[in-house]
C-alpha cells in the first residue's frame, strides 16, 4: 500500500501558555532557566495564578512531536498525530487547531482521567524559553490506544522522548517499534530534553540500539546520552544509527551517516524571538527532506531553513507560507 503520509508522529498532545517575563521572575517563581520542568496539578494551578502580572499570555497548541507534524504539512508535506487528550476546552482546542494546520487526527477526545495538558512556556528578552509542563491527559495513553492506528500509512513514524514520561511510555514505544517491524517502516527519535534522557537513559539506549534508524537531539541530550554509558564505549552512536542529527542552536548542526559528517550552517530569517519550537521545526524539515526524495545534507538545509523561520515569531508552530518561502529561499 503506497503510504499516505510522510510521517506518522507520536507524542504529548499539549496546549502551549506562551508568555513575555524577565529573568527576575524566573527566580522568583523558582524557574530554571532554558530548562522544561515536570509539574504536578496543585503546582501548575499556582503558577497559572501568577501569570496575571505578565502581559498577554497566549494560548497555542504544541506538544513536541505534534509541532514537527505541523512543520511537515506547512513545508508541503502530509502528517498525522497520535496524543491524548481530555474532552474539556483545552482539548478540543488542541484538536481544532491540529486539524486546521493540515495534520490527521483521528483520536476521540477521552472522557475520563486528568485534564488535558499544558506547558507554560516564559520567553525572557534573550529569546531563552523555559518551561513548567503539567502533563494531564496525555501521559495516559495506553498501548491499547494504538491499536487500531495502520503504521503502514506513513513512510516514517516518529516519536518524541518525552513521551517516556508516560507510565506507559516504554510499552507504547514497544507497540509502536513491534509493529513499525512488521509493515518495514523506519522508526525516528527524538532526544527531547536531557533531564528526558538522564530520567530514561537505560531504556531509551535499549530502544535506540535496538529500533531507531534516525535519532534528533542537542548536543547536551546526546552528551547525556553518552555520559557513562556502556553501550557506546565500543560502538560510535552514529553508527549505532542509520542517521544522526545533532543541533547546536546557533552554532548549526551536524549530520552523521555511515561515517560522514556533514556541517550545516545556522539558517535564521530574521531577528530571534523565541526559541521555541526550534528543535521541532529542525526536526520537521529534515524529515519533509527524507520523505519527498532530498538526500541528508538537502535535508538538513530545509530544517535550518524551518528552525530559522519559526525562532523570528512567538511561539512553536509556523505562521506564514512555510512552503513558498523556503522554496525560494534554498531554490529548490
Do not use: W
Not at 511537515?72 to 498525530?81: D, E, P, Q, T
Amino acid at each position: 500500500m503506497k503510504p499516505t503520509f510522510d510521517i506518522l508522529a507520536f507524542g504529548n498532545a499539549i496546549v502551549d501558555i506562551v508568555v513575555s517575563c524577565d529573568d527576575q521572575f524566573l527566580i522568583e517563581n523558582n524557574i530554571e532557566k532554558s530548562v522544561m520542568s515536570l509539574i504536578g496539578h496543585d503546582e501548575f494551578s499556582q503558577l497559572y495564578d501568577s501569570l496575571h502580572r505578565l502581559e498577554n499570555p497566549r494560548l497555542v497548541s504544541g506538544g513536541s512531536a505534534a509541532n514537527t507534524a505541523v512543520g511537515v504539512v506547512a513545508l508541503g508535506g502530509s502528517a498525522s498525530f497520535v496524543g491524548r487528550v481530555f474532552d474539556d476546552h483545552l482539548g478540543r482546542a488542541f484538536r481544532d487547531d491540529i486539524l486546521a494546520a493540515g495534520v490527521e487526527y483521528e483520536q476521540a477526545l477521552a472522557s475520563k482521567g486528568l485534564s488535558t495538558a499544558s506547558s507554560i512556556i516564559f520567553v525572557t528578552p534573550d529569546a531563552e524559553r523555559s518551561m513548567k509542563t503539567f502533563l494531564g491527559a496525555s501521559i495516559e495513553l495506553e498501548p491499547q490506544d494504538i491499536n487500531n492506528i495502520d503504521l503502514d500509512q506513513a513512510k516514517i513514524i516518529y516519536l518524541e522522548g518525552y513521551l517516556f514520561d508516560a507510565p506507559s511510555g516504554s510499552k507504547i514505544f514497544s507497540e509502536v517499534a513491534r509493529k513499525a517491524n512488521e509493515c518495514g517502516k523506519k522508526l525516528a527519535l527524538s532526544l527531547s530534553d536531557p533531564e528526558c534522557v538522564k530520567r530514561h537513559k537505560i531504556a531509551l539506549t535499549e530502544f535506540i540500539v535496538q529500533h531507531v534508524s534516525i535519532l534528533f537531539g542537542n548536543e547536551e541530550e546526546v552528551l547525556e546520552l553518552k555520559k557513562k554509558n556502556h553501550q557506546f564505549k565500543s560502538n560510535k552512536l552514529e553508527f549505532i544509527v542509520e542517521e544522526l542529527v545533532i543541533t547546536q542552536g546557533s552554532l548549526g548542526a551536524n549530520l552523521c551517516s555511515s561515517g560522514d559528517n556533514y556541517f550545516i550552517e545556522p539558517m535564521p530569517q530574521g531577528p530571534v524571538i523565541d526559541t521555541t519550537g526550534a528543535g521541532d521545526l529542525f526536526a520537521a524539515g529534515y524529515l519533509y527532506g527524507r520523505t519527498n526524495g532530498y538526500d541528508i545534507p538537502t535535508s538538513g538545509n530545509i530544517a535550518a531553513f524551518a528552525a530559522g523561520e519559526v525562532i523570528t515569531q512567538i511561539g512553536a508552530r509556523p505562521n506564514c507560507n512555510f512552503q513558498e518561502r523556503f522554496k525560494n529561499t534554498l531554490s529548490i
